[in-house]
């Protein structure tokens, strides 16, 4: 199995995003059998979406697959 970090750094506008939703939204990516830069877009995009931030970036640090470790940032 493939283990990553997520880290999430972004201004609010109107919206902010509650610890528990994110968690919940975060566990969700558990089993997706996709590759690190999809899913990282793909969280990216959602909090775009339903939050509206004024700046956010999605960083996935991604532990080592045949010896090629991988980091992903995706910012809006």
Same mark, same amino acid.
């Given at each position: =199995?493939?283990?990553?970090? #997520?880290?999430?750094?972004? $201004? =609010? +506008? ?15 990516? @558990? +089993? *997706? ?5 999809? #899913?990282? +877009? @793909?969280? @990216?995009? *959602? #909090? $775009?979406?339903?939050?509206? =931030? @004024?700046?956010?970036? $999605?960083?996935?640090?991604?532990? %080592?697959?045949?010896? #090629?470790?991988?980091?992903? $940032?995706?910012? %809006?």
């Amino acid at each position: =199995p493939d283990f990553g970090t #997520i880290t999430i750094e972004y $201004v =609010p +506008n109107k919206r902010c995003i509650e610890s528990k939703s994110l968690k919940l939204f975060l566990g969700s990516f @558990r +089993n *997706e059998g996709s590759f690190a830069e999809t #899913i990282t +877009n @793909r969280i @990216r995009d *959602e #909090i $775009v979406r339903t939050c509206k =931030p @004024r700046k956010l970036a $999605v960083t996935g640090d991604f532990t %080592a697959r045949g010896g #090629i470790s991988i980091r992903v $940032v995706a910012s %809006a």
